[in-house]
């Protein structure tokens, strides 16, 4: 296909199809990784689109490859020094009429994120500036920090306040523009920098999960528990977020095979493993006599198709293991900013 067919093939392209294409061309693993952070509707929309689609044109995959690749490097540009520097950086990269058009994309959609100023802050002058404000106040700031950057200061708070501060981010939903902005001002003056005034959300439940992922197992302890007494379901919901299937890998051999005792073989391992990640079957075979692998991959066969809420209701019961087992002190999961446990 020529180059003007191709761009004309670009310009008639809808941004769903541009994702059935991109997610062809990444191949089903990759593909099947990303559709797990879609809403069922959206992984419905575009397996549909994806089926209609019989037969991708390698230069029309190249090219939504490489717009796909521009946009990523056009927020990372963004992230690093803000619309001008990433207009500039792809300007030379791009050219001008390109560099606009996906500076212009981005912004159509793209909102700067408040309390920018206070990610690039060192964080312990920023701890030194909200450690003795309000628990709403620390709660608003920490949910627009990077999830590292917020479990330094959670883990650095009094107890009490820990507490207090994770409750007032997990019930967070929306935030009023003046609200941001008041408290922003008053940053921005104490620390004299600037930051975006764009209204953005953030907070939720999502965001206390990325937070104590990240905290040592002391701070995620007290938090839970004192959460559970006060926010039983709140607390339930947030355990079962903190800990994925995916993140088997990172739990050592032998807490894997002591799992692996409590897990249904004939029924739940196979369903959980239907769309794994290649990482986590090699975690789970090594772990496992070559017969019982076998066994397994015949198990795994003769599913067929399933149903992704199954797949999901199956990884999710394991998981549930996985945490009764570390709150018994059977096995450890380990956690960022803990020490390495001597034998």
């Not at 294409?21 to 593909?31: K, R």
């Not at 939504?64 to 300007?91: S, T």
């Amino acid at each position: 296909m020529n180059k003007k067919a191709v761009i004309e093939v670009r310009l008639s392209l809808s941004g769903k199809e541009k994702a059935a294409i991109l997610l062809i061309s990444l191949g089903p693993e990759l593909s099947g990784q990303v559709l797990r952070h879609l809403r069922e509707d959206q992984i419905e929309e575009l397996t549909l689109e994806i089926a209609t689609l019989r037969r991708v044109d390698p230069d029309v995959a190249d090219m939504v490859l490489r717009e796909f690749h521009q946009m990523c490097l056009a927020k990372e540009y963004i992230a690093q020094g803000g619309i001008e520097y990433a207009h500039d950086m792809l300007e030379r990269a791009l050219g001008t009429q390109r560099a606009l058009d996906i500076i212009n994309r981005l912004t159509a959609s793209l909102q700067v994120r408040p309390f920018d100023f206070a990610r690039k802050t060192d964080i312990h002058q920023l701890l030194t500036f909200i450690q003795n404000e309000h628990s709403q106040t620390i709660a608003l700031v920490t949910a627009y920090l990077d999830p590292d950057q917020a479990a330094q200061i959670l883990s650095s708070l009094e107890p009490e306040k820990q507490i207090e501060v994770a409750k007032r981010v997990a019930l967070m939903d929306s935030t009023s523009p003046d609200v941001i902005q008041q408290v922003e001002q008053v940053l921005e003056q104490k620390l004299a920098a600037t930051s975006s005034q764009e209204y953005a959300q953030a907070g939720g439940i999502d965001s206390i999960v990325n937070m104590l992922n990240a905290v040592d197992r002391g701070t995620e302890k007290t938090i839970l528990e004192a959460l559970a007494q006060e926010e039983p379901e709140l607390a339930e919901e947030i355990k079962r977020r903190l800990f994925t299937f995916e993140d088997i890998v990172i739990l050592d051999d032998r807490a894997v095979m002591r799992v692996l005792r409590e897990v249904d073989l004939n029924r739940d391992l196979p369903l959980a493993l239907k769309v794994a990640s290649e990482d986590v079957k090699r975690k789970i075979h090594k772990n496992m006599s070559k017969r019982a692998v076998d066994t397994l991959q015949e198990e795994i066969g003769y599913l067929g198709p399933v149903r992704l809420r199954d797949v999901e209701e199956a990884q999710q019961k394991i998981v549930n293991i996985i945490r009764r087992l570390e709150e018994s002190g059977e096995i450890i999961v380990a956690r960022s900013g803990e020490d390495e446990i001597v034998v």
